[in-house]
């Protein structure tokens, strides 16, 4: 679910402007906007490679974005194109609603949103985009309300977030909803810690497929508590596909900038290693996550010795 603007590129005697390329769009405000999950596009090219080279960018403001909003470039129609998720956080729509009077005043072009109502820079501020977050909420709150569904996920510009009935609950009883979901959002998208990256292997042998994770010594990291594969990893394997999971267990021998100093002590079953976790060393983030505290070396070993003896 989605809500998109359009604005027109500027006509010129022989055609169209030049597209923006990326640094001119992430400076059209006078604010320092970034590019999310752009891979490993060296940034030189990125930032001087037009907009129209992407199927879309995710753009945000660091510190301030939760789901960003997402640019892209309409070769067929010369028109620029502002997405913003349903729901977005009243932030990324405030900062999104900005970009799109920008981009207008730009190009000198009116507004158009995809359900046909035309707005100019002089009352694109107006345009209701609280009732949008309410009615996303709604629909995580009604898709809640299915006894098969668990949890709902959305994503963030940094990490996706799960709700659950008592989140939705904790939102939709607070005096503002969609500042209580706002804030919920932000909060867990900057986190001070490693996300970590689910792993798939195949045994040689039996042929089987095992999903892994790795916890580092001394680093926070936000773990699955119950882990499953992610929606990015989705086309590549499925649930069913999977064996079993486990978690290597990482020291850290010298200096921690050299790659060749890090180890693997141990893989732990994922389970096990969950249900031997100490409490007092993680806190659930959401409905499917949790942040695990940085465990020293000893602390980290200590979990191996658990299942040895």
């Not at 119950?226 to 999977?242: A, Q």
């Not at 020291?251 to 969950?274: C, K, P, Q, S």
């Amino acid at each position: 679910m989605s809500v998109s603007f359009y604005v027109k590129n500027k006509k010129k005697f022989l055609g169209y402007e030049t597209v923006l390329n990326v640094e001119e769009a992430l400076t059209i405000l006078n604010k320092e906007l970034n590019t999310y999950n752009t891979g490993d596009i060296d940034i030189n090219d990125l930032l001087l490679s037009s907009v129209s080279n992407y199927e879309c960018l995710l753009i945000g403001e660091d510190k301030v974005s939760a789901r960003g909003f997402e640019l892209s470039y309409d070769n067929k129609n010369k028109t620029y194109v502002v997405r913003i998720y349903t729901p977005s956080s009243r932030e990324d729509w405030l900062l999104a609603l900005e970009y799109i009077k920008a981009l207008a005043k730009r190009f000198n072009s009116e507004i158009v949103n995809e359900r046909g109502e035309v707005y100019t820079v002089d009352n694109i501020d107006k345009f209701d985009y609280e009732n949008d977050i309410i009615y996303g909420i709604a629909t995580i709150l009604s898709g809640l309300e299915d006894k098969e569904v668990k949890v709902y996920n959305i994503y963030g510009i940094n990490r996706v977030v799960s709700f659950n009935q008592e989140m939705s609950n904790k939102i939709e009883n607070s005096v503002s909803p969609i500042d209580t979901f706002s804030n919920i959002i932000k909060e867990i998208q900057y986190l001070d810690a490693y996300s970590a990256n689910q792993q798939f292997y195949q045994n040689n042998e039996d042929h089987r497929i095992i999903g892994a994770y790795t916890l580092t010594e001394n680093l926070r990291t936000i773990l699955p508590y119950k882990p499953s594969v992610e929606f990015e990893n989705s086309d590549m394997v499925k649930n069913e596909d999977i064996a079993f999971w486990n978690i290597g267990l990482v020291t850290i021998d010298g200096d921690e900038n050299d790659r060749n100093g890090y180890n693997v002590a141990a893989h732990l079953d994922y389970d096990d290693f969950i249900k031997n976790l100490p409490e007092n060393k993680y806190r659930f983030i959401d409905a499917s996550y949790i942040m695990v505290e940085p465990l020293n070396r000893e602390e980290l070993l200590g979990l191996l010795e658990i299942f040895v003896n």
